[in-house]
């Protein structure tokens, strides 16, 4: 190299991997606020569980580390009745459905106190927050899989399609009217009701057999099967009213816009392009890929939506995961976070709590 000649710059593509994102976005996620409102049915008494859970929890164990134990649990659980039923037309052992219910189960606990424990070591931050969604959206593709599976869906392959899907597209319409009106709303049926519902269809997959959802059902001449399908388009027609509303009625930004300033119907176009694109293969392959590979097929579409959900539009599972750590690391750095460590033991304000309980034993 010539003297006095600068550095090359990095190509800008390999620059993008290594930080996502721009100055000015790393700007305005200093400024983000996290905003929820709204309280489902369960989540009143399953707060008195989470709360206890919680106190077993060490301090030193970082939110972000809860969050991605959750998630992994629940991915192998679900990989290892996809290993027995492929097709989603098979029947696998009876302690396969228990260890998803149980693996749903212990994501569902430890995905509800990692907020908790974020606040009790006072380590909350847009990081968590972009972790805790991340993990949310990759659970749910495995989630709908799984329970396709436990109810032998494949022998179906519409009603596998659009129950695979919908979960999808209702996760993606949740946060779509979060980024319209800068508030993340919970109806009185969500997500805890869902994966509530998920635990029991497994549990009766467990003691029944995955056989029991063929039964017909006499004089109505349904098949059991269909429940859980109405209960799902059901659900999806309530929930996706009520996103919707906000989505069209809801942006806070100038003029009716998103909090980011752009159109509240631009974020359909990733989502949309999607599942259009999913359908177009389902049904014009000539190999007829789902049919013969309807857990694979999701997956791999699951993948792309999980990164769209975190307005990502590159196809592949591999770079998904390239960009999520350079986002993380990206973020991480900028703010002087520790991803899987906490900056402190406790928060300021329990501390205090503490040293009052504990004066006041004394004093007793």
Known sequence: MAAGAGARPAPRWLKALGEPLSAAQLRRLEEHRYSAAGTSLLEPPLQLYWTWLLQWIPLWMAPNTITLLGLAINLVTTLVLIFYCPTATEEAPYWTYLLCALGLFIYQSLDAIDGKQARRTNSC???GELFDHGCDSLSTVFMAVGASIAVRLGTHPDWLFFCSFIGMFMFYCAHWQTYVSGVLRFGKVDVTEIQVALVIVFLLSTFGGATMWDYTIPILEIKLKIFPVLGVVGGAIFSCSSYFHVILHGGVGKNGST????????????????????????????????????????????????????????????????????????????????IFKTSNHQAPEQVQVLSSKSHQNNMD
């Open 259 to 338: 909090i980011a300033g752009t159109s509240v119907l631009s974020p359909g176009l990733h989502i949309g392009l999607i599942i259009i694109l999913a359908i177009m293969i389902y049904k014009k392959s000539a190999t007829n890929v789902f049919e013969k590979h309807p857990c694979l097929y999701t997956l791999m579409f699951g993948c792309v939506f999980a990164k769209v959900a975190q307005k990502l539009v590159v196809i592949s599972s591999f770079d998904m995961m390239i960009y999520f750590s350079a986002l993380c690391l990206q973020i991480s750095r900028h703010l002087h976070l520790n």
């Open 125 to 127: 931050s847009p990081l």
